[in-house]
Each structure stands twice: as C-alpha cells, then as structure tokens.
C-alpha cells in the first residue's frame, strides 16, 4: 500500500536546472526545501523536497509526504527528457520507473503504465495528457492534467486524475480505488530556495 499511498498523496506528482546536473521542470518544480501543503477528504497532506541523491547514476529528488503530522512516504523522482519518473517508494525500487508526466506534453498523448514496487504491488494502465483549469491565487489558470480511467492497483479498479499548473506544481488530484475516492487540493506552495 505504499505505493499506492505515495501515488494518492502526491502523487501522481517541468524549466530552468537549479543544479548543474539536476533536472527539474517548471511544471513540477522541484527544488530541495520546496513544500506543498493540501487539504485532503482525510486531513492534511503535507510533500517536502528533502534533498538530491544519486539513484543509477541520475539526481534523484526525495519527497516526504506526511499525512496529518505524520510521515507515511518517501519518494524519489527523476526528471528526464521523455519523463518525470517515480524511481523509489519508501527506499522500495519501482521496476520499471513509472514515468507519471510525459514530456515534453502534448494534448491527448497516452502511455502505458506498468510498474511493480519490489515485487509485490502493481500498477498498470494507460495515462493522458490534457487541459483543464484551478483556480490559485484568485486567478483561474489553465493546467495540465494527467488521467487513467481504467487502470488496475494490486488487481483493484482505479481512476485517477492529477492536476498541475506551472511554476507549482500538483495542485490537486482525485483518485478512486476500489471504491475509496481520495482527493487533494493544494493550499499552499512555498518554492525552495
């Protein structure tokens, strides 16, 4: 259930390098101290950058999440060219990296999903890219949404959708698996420094 709990709480979580050999994305950002503070049909969500690390001879972004005060998952996450992956949850090895933002983005682009968090739970499906629209900052922003209507958790159903703006980063999801909707709208952004 990490995997999942990292997935829902993130998660399913493009621009300027603020290291030299650190990839990040204005549609992401992702820079160590920058935090995302939501607000969850089950109480707070709390994501941090903790720090870069090298995972495979790539910089590797760790995010903590935090449910309510309490740590729940790491991450780490690694912008490519093609990609922002999912390398690690809870130092668990996501074989193969789950790429969840294909990039560059195109509308109405799909790929395929098929990853395992060390062997035991699986993910599978088909992602879209799309458009839609938050409301940050008192101005309504256009976005990017990411989508998977029929998708398989550990053999479950699950529909998902997650929401970025620029510059933020996810600014809100909604999951369903197996029944159980878990939502997320962001409350607060503070950028790293």
């Known amino acids: 259930m990490k995997f ?15 290291a030299q050999e650190t990839k990040t994305s204005t549609l992401y950002p992702l820079k160590v101290g920058s935090k995302w503070t939501y607000k969850s049909n089950q109480g707070t969500v709390e994501v941090v950058v903790k720090k870069t690390e090298k995972i495979d001879k790539e910089t590797a972004f760790e995010l903590v999440t935090s449910h309510n005060g309490e ?7 690694v912008v490519k060219p093609d990609g922002i992956y999912r390398l690690k949850v809870s130092g668990v090895t996501v074989t193969p990296p789950l790429c969840f933002i294909k990039l560059p983005v195109k509308k109405g682009e799909s790929w395929t999903v098929n990853s395992q968090l ?5 993910l599978e499906g088909k992602l879209t890219l799309g458009e839609g629209k938050f409301t940050w900052d008192k101005k309504e ?3 990017v949404t990411v989508t998977g209507s029929d998708m398989q958790a550990n053999q479950q159903k699950m529909s998902l959708t ?5 510059n933020v980063g996810l600014v809100s999801q909604k999951a369903m698996i197996a029944g159980v909707e878990v939502t997320l709208e962001l409350q607060k952004y503070e950028p790293g420094k």
């Open 71 to 77: 740590v729940k998952a790491t991450e780490h996450v």
């Open 118 to 122: 060390g062997g035991a739970e699986k």
């Open 141 to 143: 922003e256009k976005t």
């Open 4 to 18: 999942l709990l990292s997935l829902c709480c993130t998660v399913l979580m493009l621009g300027p390098v603020p």
């Open 162 to 166: 997650s929401t970025y703006l620029e």
